[in-house]
């Protein structure tokens, strides 16, 4: 049966363009309309906060008023006295949103960072990372309550020694000291095996816990020098970046030695699988501890680009860890920010 001559005009390819076209005018519809509603939302808490100072009217006014606009408004839904209440603290908290980072939030969103953080600026922070990052809200509520803007790019390093200023700076922001591992369930050490293994079995909350950027290569990836063989724990390449960057695991307390064995591995795949286009290898060697004086002393000497930091488990306080979403709910919302990932074509993500 012979192809229709709308198939042979490339009708396939018409449809792909038509539904391309369909979907970006519906994102950027959402994003207009979200603009326009949070920005709604911040002048009814501006006039709601304003007339109390004013007047100095109580909250029973935020009641009354809300009941006055749902009987004006019946088909409109967010006129609730509780999330006019949030109205209120977000101009509060933002006393301008023109060219702010949360003007471009969901509300949902918002609401997470007014009720989690009290700090102007950690506030803001968050709100930059999630818009930077795409976040969902319970990614966002995850990081806040692993006190991301505090372990964000402090693990010990040599990196301002062995890379160019502006670059050592960008690599340096892609660690984490300690690292989170809460979502591994474990409650005491294990073998670095055993550790390995949870890591892929749940790398998609790995890879967001290392950040965004990451794509994973392999594991236990071999390199074969001299005849010998060597195994690399874990390989991932940077597409933010372009950089392969090496990660392995020990479970007990860091030493200087462990410092050396990373090294080794740099060495090697910045020499069998680095291109011209692609920046230094980094090393990062997680350990159960790491006394920041030894490290200092152990990296002082190595010029290939490492960082040495810690990992934790189950030390969150019950009441903390009760607030984190579900595992179901973070692994949909991971794989929807990987999903939306720009993969350069010349990185290779499979083993050898």
């Not at 906060?49 to 408004?73: N, Y």
């Amino acid at each position: 049966m012979t192809a229709s001559p709308v198939e042979r005009d490339g009708y396939v390819a018409l449809l792909a363009q038509a539904k391309t076209a369909v979907r970006d005018a519906q994102l950027r519809a959402h994003l207009a309309v979200n603009h326009e509603l949070i920005g709604l939302y911040w002048q009814l808490g501006r006039l709601i906060l304003d007339r109390q100072h004013a007047e100095g009217w109580g909250t029973k006014v935020i009641e009354r008023l809300s009941a006055d606009l749902r009987a004006e408004f019946p088909d409109m839904t967010g006129l609730s006295r509780s999330n006019l209440q949030y109205m209120r603290a977000f101009a509060e908290a933002w006393p301008e949103i023109v060219q702010q980072a949360v003007g471009q939030l969901p509300w949902g969103h918002i609401t997470v960072l007014i009720d989690k953080l009290e700090d102007a600026d950690v506030r803001e922070w968050y709100a930059s990372q999630a818009v930077d990052n795409g976040w969902s809200r319970n990614v966002l509520l995850n990081q806040i309550m692993s006190k991301l803007h505090e372990r964000l790019g402090a693990a010990p390093s040599n990196f301002a020694r062995t890379l160019p200023a502006g670059e050592s700076e960008l690599v340096q922001q892609m660690t984490k000291d300690p690292y989170n591992l809460e979502f591994l369930g474990f409650r005491a050490g294990v073998a670095e095996r055993k550790l390995e293994s949870a890591l892929v079995a749940h790398l998609q909350r790995f890879l967001l816990e290392l950040g965004a950027g990451f794509a994973f290569v392999g594991r236990q990836y071999r390199l074969e020098v001299g005849g010998e063989e060597f195994f690399a724990d874990l390989l991932f390449y940077h597409l933010r970046l372009r950089r392969y960057v090496v990660i392995e695991l020990k479970t007990g307390p860091f030493k200087p030695e462990y410092a050396g064995q990373l090294n080794f591995y740099v060495n090697v795949i910045d020499d069998i699988l680095r291109t011209p286009n692609d920046g230094l290898t980094v090393g990062i060697l997680l350990c159960a501890t790491h006394n920041e004086r030894v490290v200092r002393y152990a990296l002082h000497s190595i010029d290939t680009p490492m960082a040495v930091a810690g990992y934790r488990y189950r030390d969150l306080p019950d009441d903390v860890r009760a607030a984190l979403p579900e595992d179901d709910a973070l692994e949909a919302t991971v794989r929807s920010a990987l999903d939306d990932l720009e993969h350069p074509t010349d990185p290779p993500v499979t083993q050898r």
